[in-house]
């Protein structure tokens, strides 16, 4: 009596195990999200932007160099120093210049002298002259007489008129030989910051050759973004374009910009700009293997003097933005797109997919903006995994 009650307990339990493991079945075998890659339609900005490096440098500067040849006698600045335009910056030792002006102010002393000996002999001979006139009219001297009191007239006027030309010759040269002492102090051509000190007290300056550069002033607001964009963007770039900027010591600050120009050939490598000549498309490329830059220049205010000469900056030039939209990753786009429609697929929590033809607007390469056929957390399917989704 007893076997058969435990014959169906046994049975009973046997039924109840295959029960729960046909639902655990049934709950990990049926297909849903968690079968499925997807990503997320999430909301936030997005902008559509060309990316380059720059360097940050003075819009206005100034090299101020040497017009005058000797030694460097004190320099009133050093590098960092703030000057005004007029302020005096260099002295070079004027021993040389001021020894030239001595000699053209003698020389122009003896040339007066000279002239004024040449004018008493002319009024001598001026004399001569008149009394050879009064003879004539008496029958009392020859002709061959008058005649050369008349040329000896006519030749003290000349010498006047050479001493007068030399003597306005050597005030000219004395006027250069003032300039040129004059040129010993050095001044600011205008207010700034020097920021490059290239010549030490002591050093001796040759101007007759080259005129050596001293130093530089910089005003260090506004600065200028030098921007290389590579060939294949620069025909996105345009004068008067929003773009903003950041810096390795910016941190998250950005500056805030437009496009002030674009230079129209970019520049030669260093190893061609000394040879000259070829034209700008023939000189600026080396085979296939170098990339064409083209310089864009930005302006920024300074007023605070965060930034600083030869800065490298990453610069963004914003051809479109938008803030708070939708937001879909572009690997969740499927098949070729038609204007700006496009077809894309949606997971339930089910599993079920659905396809969707959606309305897309701006893209920044990895995002792109919904405008129509998405909601926000929805989720796009990427690739399915293993198993079928209905």
Known sequence: MKRPRQTRRALLICLFLLLVASLVAWLFLTPGREAYDTVPVTRGDIENSVTALGTLQPRQYVDVGAQASGQIHKIHVEVGSEVKEGQLLVEIDPSTQTAKLDASRNAIDNLKAQLQEQRALHDLAQQKYQRQQNLVKGG???????QIALAEVRTTQARTDMFQAQIRQAQASLRSDEAELGYTRIFAPMSGTVV?????????????????????????????????????????VKPGMPAYFTTLSGGNRRWNSTVRQILPVPPKPLNEASQGGGSPASSGKSGSARVVLYTVLLDVDNTDQALMAEMTTQVFFVADQAKDVLLAPIVALQGAATGDRQTTHIVGKNGKIEPREIRTGISDRLRVQILEGLNEGDHLLIAPATGNGG
């Open 140 to 146: 009392a001297t020859r002709d061959e007489d008058v």
């Open 196 to 236: 490059a000190i290239d010549a030490r007290e002591g050093q001796t300056l040759n101007a007759q050759q080259q005129t050596p550069l001293i130093l530089r002033i910089a005003k260090l607001s506004p600065m200028t973004v030098w921007a290389e964009v590579s060939e294949a963007d620069i025909g996105h």
